[in-house]
């Protein structure tokens, strides 16, 4: 697991500078402490920080081919490269390493840009052809991880965070209005937009070429696209046994390293049943590590104790206490950009401690989105089947409903006019805040900006042109293109690499993604009964107790917290202080949310998380 940069000028003639890539790679130190490297050419600056994690003693990069005319840097892990090295190695390739980052370069002679379609793991890269002029970049399927870009009229700057791409020369640091809309909407910033203006995401499942043979062309293409089929000729048992062997396979493959390595174990089903695996195709204790708070709602601990006493892991736990919102401006430089998910904290702490014994874990990520995990997919089915055929019917009942339904939940998702079309319910879930409140949070001036395209469009876009026949399979789509990527996965990332630990995600394997696409809905979701299939698949791996607990997640119980311990810092920090969130919020509706909380009228905690992450931010970037 590594940190890549670079940049490509346009003009040629135009060098790089040494000093600017030295500058980039620097400040992904974090993701790569182990050693750096560098390949100019002309025009051409390629940076490099590295996480060693398979041949420890030879697999730097940048690496090249054979004769040193195709170059690559690459952060990830490809788990099938001894099985492609070996198939190149039979076409005639010669290989001076024994690490996964060198398959890239002979996979790219071999295929062209074809050599996605072999790729099985999680990655982000970017080739340089000096033949042909051309510079290749890709993401992985699912966006487990990242790559930034901005791109000029005179050159192409990349890098695996913001804050490396801000190293480069003549870089914008203004913000994006849509973006700030997309974070107060949905708390994290949705496709391939970031927080600045001139700095962009390639899209999972992407590829970006730029062909300097003639002139300057850009080329940005989809190479995988998943399709929800579901295939009703097979058997409840038939889905189980195929289920377990494919989690078992992704979790074998992930346990190849040459560094120790261990897994992250909330106590949820989804963790549980990594480890229950790892554990399954090991022959030593797999090291385990929670993280646990004080208050019994937020706290699973008990649960990861039983998964951890039956396959007898060798077991790490942490308490958290509310002092840990002292690491705020750590997390916010962290993040790069506005981020309102408040379990970055205890993912960054958990992160922290597994790597005082561990470089690579295993984590459960993803089992939510593939098997309707999230208590959002009950509502949505709730909600979508309560339609009305005359309107005048629908619009009185609603109407009048809508009326007494409380103000946080009109914001997820409810308003009546929702009903009208099922198929959009899905982008009106899990909001922060809903046009209306947006409206009285924004200082006039920028909601009339903001207005004339709401960040809600770019799910209900997603939305209408899905192919899904079903509503909640159309949520999971949606789901896996945005949640999952923005906000989970980018948590991840920044939590464990800023700790130098690499995590690996075997549910987002992309053999397991597809399968779980082809499994019917009522099988995943069955008589209100979240992740059926996979819950009936781990039945002889699990403990009852762990299968049939509630969801908790892996919040924080900031809801107690800034009601008692940390008021006085929130009203401090918002409203004593001279906030520059005020450039853009109105102060009063802000001060009225937070008496309405600490009165205890309403549970704000997480809007509170947003605006001091975002005033923090401010702080650090403006």
């Known amino acids: 697991m590594c940190g890549i940069c670079g940049v490509l000028n346009f003009d040629m003639d135009k060098y790089i500078l040494s000093e600017e890539i030295k500058r980039m790679t620097d400040s992904l130190r974090h993701r790569g402490p182990d050693s750096e490297g560098f390949h100019l050419e002309k025009n051409l600056g390629l940076g490099f920080r590295r996480l060693s994690i398979i041949d420890l003693e030879s ?126 909407t949905y708390g994290y910033i ?76 909330s106590g949820g089903i989804d963790s549980s049943s990594i480890v229950a695996m790892m554990a399954t195709n090991s022959s030593k204790p797999v090291k385990t590590f929670s993280i646990g708070f004080r208050e019994s709602k937020y706290n699973e601990l008990t649960y990861a104790r039983e998964v951890s006493k039956r396959y007898g892991t060798e077991h790490h736990e942490k308490i958290l206490d509310p002092v840990s919102i002292d690491i705020l401006p750590k997390i916010v430089k962290m993040y790069d950009e506005p981020f309102a998910d408040s379990s970055a904290i205890p993912t960054f702490l958990v992160s922290e401690f597994a790597r005082e014994f561990v470089t690579v874990a295993l984590s459960g990520d993803g089992g939510d989105e593939l098997f309707t995990g999230y208590n959002h997919y009950k509502r949505v089915d709730s909600i979508s089947k309560y339609q009305i055929n005359s309107k005048k019917t629908r619009d009185l009942i609603w109407g009048n409903l809508n009326k007494l339904i409380p103000e946080s939940l009109v914001g997820q998702g409810l308003s009546y006019r929702l009903t009208k079309d099922p198929r959009i319910l899905p982008a009106f879930v899990q909001l922060y805040y809903n046009q209306s409140q947006r409206r009285n949070l924004y200082r006039e001036e920028l909601f009339s900006k903001i207005n004339t395209d709401i960040a809600e469009n770019y799910k209900l876009k997603l939305l209408m042109s899905s192919t899904s ?67 009936e698949t781990m039945k002889n791996y699990l403990p009852e107790k762990v299968l049939n607990h509630p969801k908790q997640g892996f919040a924080m119980p900031l809801d107690a917290w800034f009601k008692d311990d940390l008021k006085e810092f929130i009203y401090s920090k918002l409203i004593l202080n001279d906030s520059k969130l005020y450039k853009y919020l109105d102060k009063d509706f802000v001060n009225k949310n937070l008496q309405t909380h600490f009165l205890g009228m309403r549970d704000y905690s997480q809007k509170i998380w947003m605006l001091l992450f975002l005033d923090e931010w401010l702080n650090q970037n403006t």
């Open 59 to 184: 697999g730097n990069q940048p690496i090249s081919n054979e004769d040193d005319k195709i170059w690559s840097v690459f952060n990830g892990e490809i788990y099938n490269f001894l099985e492609l090295k070996n198939s190149l190695i039979s076409k005639g390739h010669t290989f001076r390493t024994d690490t996964d980052s060198e398959v890239l370069v002979h996979l790219y002679e071999e295929y062209g840009v074809k050599m996605l379609d072999y790729l099985r793991g999680m990655f982000s890269f970017v080739i340089w052809d000096s033949n042909r002029q051309k510079l290749f970049c890709a993401r992985d399927r699912l966006g487990i991880k990242p790559f930034f870009y901005s791109l000029s009229q005179d050159r192409f700057v990349f890098g695996s965070e913001i804050k490396s791409i801000l190293k480069s020369s003549s870089i914008s640091k203004k913000i994006s209005l849509s973006s700030l809309d997309s974070f107060f």
């Open 469 to 535: 026949k079903d509503i909640l399979s159309k949520m999971q789509e949606l789901d896996i293109k945005t949640y999952l990527v923005d906000d989970i996965l980018t948590k991840v990332d920044r939590a464990s690499m800023s700790n130098s630990l690499e995590v690996r995600v075997p549910f987002l394997d992309h053999k397991i993604v597809e399968h779980a696409a082809t499994i019917p809905i009522n099988l995943k979701y069955k008589n209100k009964n979240k992740k059926y299939i996979l819950k």
């Open 190 to 265: 949705t496709g391939n937009k970031t927080i600045f203006k001139d700095i962009k995401k390639l899209l999972p499942g992407n590829a970006l070429e730029i062909d300097m043979s003639s002139g300057y062309k850009l080329k940005i293409w989809p190479y995988w696209k998943l399709n929800f089929a579901p295939n009703h000729n097979k058997s409840e048992m038939q889905w189980k046994v195929e289920l377990a062997e494919l989690i078992s396979e992704s979790v074998k493959l992930r346990l190849i390293s040459d560094v120790p390595l261990g897994a992250f174990l």
